[in-house]
């Protein structure tokens, strides 16, 4: 049988789409700056 696709794990997680990795680049800080404008709880996972 084949098994699920998502496999969730928290460090992968948090290290593909983690507060830290967007503020590396430009466009993950401007995605951050969005959250922000929009007003999110959560900027980013």
């Known amino acids: 049988m084949a098994h699920l696709t998502y ?3 928290r460090v992968k997680r ?4 983690g507060f830290r990795k967007r ?3 430009k466009s ?3 995605i951050i700056n969005a ?5 999110s709880r959560r900027l980013a996972v």
Not at 14 to 17: G, I, T, V
């Open 28 to 30: 993950g800080r401007a």
């Open 35 to 39: 959250h922000r404008r929009k007003g």
């Open 7 to 9: 496999r969730p794990s």
């Open 14 to 17: 948090k290290r593909k789409h």
């Open 23 to 25: 503020m590396r680049t």
